[in-house]
């Protein structure tokens, strides 16, 4: 039997390759590429969802309700302009939908898709993420309005026993209909067997890949993981302490097995470093006004001058204002003449964040160094003085 994706043409990279700490096996799906590329739309379709994962990440203002957003933007279901327009914002080049699950509104979710394939044409990947069980003839309505990529998210105890549960007969039918066909799963530490046991399962019955996710903390999710003992993996991120261990044990162990299937463990740092840094770089080109600038994060930056002596802002460029560049940026400022060109404008402490802010979110060295330097003095913004006399205490009525 032919490896169902070597249809496809592609010039990805086969061989276990390495960003931020993610590693796969095989041949990455076209959904995981694009996330990489941070072309793909996160279009959550409704908070509703009739499992319980104790891991379950997804916010309390989302969860169990029926809302809608496409990249954290508010989405009316049938006022579809929000949606396209944010697709063009950040030149998607497919979308990933997600939840909740989204099969529990699935005419909601033929109707997106069928809205999307008309606006961007075919060539626009949508892939699916589901959990819970539904019609099995939905799976031909998907395909018929235009999805791509189907990912099942089945339970930590259905893992070793998959032909005896719901999703054996979905990703048969999946795949049937020429869906690629993945499981999307979270690398829960210890559970290596169980996860080896479900690649077997899904290579046997010709299935394109697993994904795993790393742990994480998160508010809706922490007071569960600690319930059940993980703890985190250092004082300085959210990722749980175990899970990528046991996600490249499972690699290892589908290397030695030989698997044909893809699998694929994204890592907590990946996420951040290059999928959503990705993401905001394709925003920022797109959205950046003239005296904007994109920096190395995607985010952009702007000046903020003041006036030092009380002068008018329409005086400023009369003439008695100097110019400076940012000497990280080498964008010009202009500031007045009472006082020297500063160092580091505020924008660039505001915008940057601590260089705790940085180290978390996986940035390289150098921009943390100078997320360091641009906590220093900036005299732009004084602190007020501090007062040289404490205030009289307050006088308080008598009993
Ligand atoms: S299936 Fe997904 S959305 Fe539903 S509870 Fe589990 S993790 Fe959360």
């Known amino acids: ?50 499992k319980e994962c104790f891991y379950c990440p997804v916010s309390r203002d989302k969860m169990y309700r029926d809302v809608m957003f496409a990249n954290e933007r508010p989405i009316h279901p049938g006022r579809w302009d ?9 030149g998607a080049k497919g979308a990933g939908i997600t939840g909740g699950d989204p099969m529990v509104v699935p005419d909601r979710v033929c109707e997106t898709l069928r809205v999307l394939k008309a606006e961007f044409g075919p060539s626009f990947h949508t892939h699916l ?33 998959m032909e005896n549960s719901w999703h054996h007969a979905a ?11 993945l499981c999307e799963i979270p690398a829960v530490p210890g559970k290596e067997d169980d996860i080896v046991a479900l690649a077997a399962y899904l290579d046997s019955v010709g299935a394109h890949g697993l994904n795993m996710n790393e742990l994480e903390f998160s508010d809706p999710n922490i007071a569960n993981l600690k319930r059940f003992g993980y703890t985190p993996r250092d004082d300085e991120s959210q ?7 046991t996600g490249l044990a499972v690699l290892e162990a589908w290397k030695e097995r030989s698997g044909r299937m893809a699998v694929h463990f994204c890592s907590s740092p990946y996420k951040d470093a290059i999928q959503l840094m990705q993401r905001l770089r394709r925003r920022a080109e797109r959205t950046a006004r003239p005296f904007e600038e994109q920096s190395e994060e995607g985010t952009l930056l702007f000046g903020a001058v003041r006036s030092t ?52 979110r996986g940035f390289p060295r150098s921009t943390r160094r100078r997320t360091g330097l641009r906590s220093s003095a ?10 040289t006399s404490r205030p009289p205490a307050p006088v308080r009525a008598g009993p």
Request: hydrophobic share 30%.
């Open 171 to 181: 990703i048969e039918r999946a795949l049937s209909v020429g869906l690629t066909t």
């Open 309 to 360: 002596s009380g002068e008018s802002p329409a005086n400023w460029r009369s003439g008695c204002g100097t110019t400076s560049r940012c000497p990280l940026s080498g964008s010009s400022w202009w500031t007045t003449a009472s006082r020297p060109p500063p160092p580091w404008p505020r924008c660039w402490r505001r915008r940057a964040g601590s260089p705790r802010w940085a180290r978390r």
């Open 239 to 245: 990722r749980v302490a175990g899970s990528r261990e």
């Open 129 to 161: 993420y589901t959990s819970c069980a539904f019609d099995l003839d939905d799976i031909d309505r998907l395909k018929e309005a235009g999805l791509d990529e189907i990912r099942f998210h089945p339970e930590l105890r259905e893992y070793k026993d």
């Open 1 to 50: 039997m032919t490896h169902p994706l070597a249809t496809q043409p592609t010039d990805r990279p086969t061989a276990s390759e390495k960003y931020a700490g993610s590693r796969h096996v095989g041949v990455l799906p076209m959904g995981c590429v694009q996330c990489r590329e941070g072309a793909k739309l996160v279009l959550f379709v409704t908070g509703l969802c009739d």
């Open 82 to 90: 929000d949606l396209l327009d944010e697709c063009r914002l950040i």
């Open 378 to 387: 900036c005299p732009w913004w004084p602190r007020p003085p501090l007062p």
